[in-house]
């Protein structure tokens, strides 16, 4: 990726001379540059820190680093507090006593909500294309299954790098899923400053997702029991397809293709 003269958009770095050996072990893994952490050689930096693996965009004006943490408070409430079975989300998904259907994630961005389905007892596969996104979510799932209140949903929980498109385009029948899950990229989703911030820095690393309609297609021929696509609540439906019905939430809509 070319941005100005920037030719590399991501560079690994470490907080401290603590991380310098992880961070260089993970630079090469993803095959990006080490940088030094006041450098603004770079679109994004990607921070080895005790707290676990930030992502900060390189631009002065722009909004601090994001996090992905599955033990940290923000996900705590939303674990207790977020309705549970009846939550908007988990009837899209059709979670009932006895059916904890097995999903693929296929947009797992930052794991939230293919955690919190995790937590109500599915089996989650949550795939994602951006290599440096998932090596938070495989970080992040990692603290998971260190921490007493996480580890039960982070076992339930397999990460795959991958675009979504050809890896259900390759999977075999016996393998299919109960459920395809898809929230992609959407412009202006909520107001809320957090979410915000995460959702610029999520836009200018990963892109807008154009072909999304595409990969609603192709789950349409993979899932067994249902397609879940997650919109802004007045936004138009994805592609050309009519759902067989939507739920609705606080800030978003779930349209829902039955098989
Ligand atoms: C809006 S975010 C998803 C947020 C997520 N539901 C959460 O709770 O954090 C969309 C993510 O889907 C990923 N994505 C979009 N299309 C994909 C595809 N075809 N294959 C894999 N990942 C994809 C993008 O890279 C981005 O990280």
Known sequence: ????????????????TDQYDWAHTLAAELGIPLAR???????FLLICSADGLAL????????????ISFTGSTMEYRLKHGGGRSQALARAIGL???????????T??????????????????????????AAMLEEGLQRARRAAYTVETAGRIR???????EFLQKLKQQDRPDVIYLDPMYPERTKSSLVKKEMRILRGLAGDDQ???????IALHC???????KRPRLAPTLGNGVPSHSITGKTSRFDVYLI
């Not at 990726?1 to 690994?12: D, P, Q, S, Y």
């Not at 952490?37 to 770079?42: A, L, P, Q, R």
């Not at 990460?159 to 498109?165: E, I, R, V």
Request: proline letters at 5%; charged letters at 25%.
């Open 1 to 16: 990726m070319i941005h100005g003269n920037k030719t590399l958009a991501v560079a690994v770095c470490p907080a401290t």
């Open 37 to 43: 952490k006041d450098t603004h050689e770079f679109q």
């Open 56 to 67: 900060k965009q390189a631009d002065e004006n722009g909004p601090g680093p994001i996090m």
């Open 96 to 106: 009932k006593k006895g059916w904890q259907p097995a999903v693929i994630d296929t």
């Open 108 to 133: 797992a961005g930052l794991g939230r909500d293919g955690f919190v389905l995790a937590y109500l007892g599915c089996q989650v596969h949550m795939l994602e294309r951006s290599p440096t996104l």
């Open 159 to 165: 990460l795959t790098l991958t675009d979504s498109k």
């Open 211 to 217: 072909d999304a309609g595409e990969l609603l297609d």
């Open 223 to 229: 899932a067994r029991n249902r397609v879940v696509v």
